[in-house]
């Protein structure tokens, strides 16, 4: 390969979540007992060096020593645009539809409260990611759960008829999606997410689309972005994107938003400015610029490489070693959650206790409940292989015995 993915990256000490929390005190998980090092499998970002240019675009922008007020470049617009059609074949995007957004949590916020009064529910599928959880009863709103199901393959499902009884139940008007999902890792194919656009055309929902793991394909998968489906999609869907999962810039913070609508567009960029927490940082600016280019995307194709083979080799082994887990292969994203239900029934241990044990020896792993997951394991596979086989060996040797 011609980018390096194989190398050890020492975070240490580099302001990383994923290893500076570790074994103190607040947000973290506990440090491994002596003899162990600490493999970081939990924090949603990865553990490989970004693609070259986008250091390059922010150290040649940093050159510059003025930092003041700035106007957003065409050229940013214009990669967007560019990148968008490449890699997901969508047509008809101008600078027009396009808005900055300092976080895709923070543009839902700001499409939430545009379309819905606190104390109104919100459509969401279960399992869910934390974040989503946070913001929205942060924002004083109520999340109503439609739960994904497993089919006979066990592969996760959306319940279209689940979906429209609890909107009519509740009066829902705003829905939130998850495309790819996290944390159940499926890359929705198009006819169900024309099957979920129906049922949200049905009952006159907005949708907000969380997009942001739309880069992250494994073994093929092909992204399908939801405003594509079906002329009202187009007309009633925010969606977000960032380069942050795709290049490991979630640091940087810069998103943004797709909306064709202009009246929702003109709602949600007057919230925005009227609180002017939204504005964008040059570096940043600079930093997609160097992530969507045509390197960006040559290292993007073999990030799916690599990371289909971490999911891959990690499925199989589980399924050869560890009895009594159910471990579903995502479509998309670089994180795997696992059902350890049968495991702790028969070996009489509660999920803390099996997290905890994960923890000893140094395997970083999360703990899916909060996502969730009743009795579920969250494992983030972005890094070198060689790291992936030692903590496979690891939870082999002292933790699901």
């Not at 594509?228 to 187009?234: C, I, L």
């Not at 972005?382 to 082999?396: F, H, I, W």
């Amino acid at each position: 390969m011609k980018y390096d993915f194989t190398s050890i990256l020492e975070r240490k000490g580099m302001d990383a979540i994923a290893v500076d929390n570790v074994g103190g005190p607040g947000f973290g998980p506990d440090g491994p007992k002596e003899g162990f090092d600490f493999i970081p499998m939990w924090i949603a970002d990865m553990n490989f060096p970004t693609v070259p240019t986008i250091p390059e675009a922010m150290i040649q922008r940093a050159q510059h020593p003025a930092y003041g007020y700035f106007s957003s470049r065409e050229e940013y617009f214009q990669a967007i645009i560019r990148w968008q059609e490449t890699r997901n074949g969508v047509t008809g995007l101008t600078k027009e539809h396009i808005g900055y957004e300092n976080g895709v949590l923070g543009g839902l916020v700001s499409a939430l409260t545009c379309f819905a009064s606190p104390g109104d529910a919100v459509l969401l599928h279960s399992p869910t990611y934390i974040g989503f959880t946070g913001i929205i009863t942060g924002n004083g709103y109520r999340i109503v759960h439609s739960p994904l199901k497993k089919d006979d393959q066990g592969i996760y499902r959306m319940d279209y008829e689940d979906m429209g009884a609890k909107i009519k139940a509740h009066h829902i008007h705003v829905a939130v999606f998850c495309s790819p999902h996290n944390p159940a890792g499926r890359v929705w194919e198009r006819e169900e997410l024309l099957r979920a656009m129906e049922v949200y055309e049905a009952n006159e929902v907005m949708v907000i689309a969380d997009e942001i793991w739309s880069d992250i394909l494994l073994n093929g998968h092909k992204h399908i972005p939801i405003q594509t489906v079906s002329p009202y999609a187009r007309e009633h869907t925010v969606a977000l994107y960032a380069p942050s999962k795709t290049f490991n810039l979630a640091g940087l913070i810069g998103s943004y938003h797709i909306i064709y609508n202009q009246a929702l567009r003109d709602r949600i960029r007057a919230k925005e400015e009227k609180t002017h927490y939204n504005s964008m940082n040059v570096l940043s600016m600079h930093g997609l610029m160097g992530a969507y280019s045509p390197e960006g995307q040559e290292w993007v194709d073999e990030l799916c490489q690599v990371l289909s083979e971490n999911v891959n080799y990690t499925c199989s082994y589980m399924r050869e070693h560890f009895e009594g887990v159910e471990v579903t292969e995502p479509d998309g994203t670089y994180m795997l959650f696992l059902d350890c239900t049968r495991w702790c029934e028969t070996h009489g241990k509660t999920i803390e206790e099996l997290v905890k044990a994960g923890w000893d020896v140094g395997v970083g792993w999360q703990d899916g409940r909060a996502f969730h997951g009743p009795c579920h394991i969250r494992m983030n596979l972005a890094l070198p292989l060689s790291r992936v086989k030692e903590a496979m060996d690891r939870l082999k040797k002292y933790v699901f015995v």
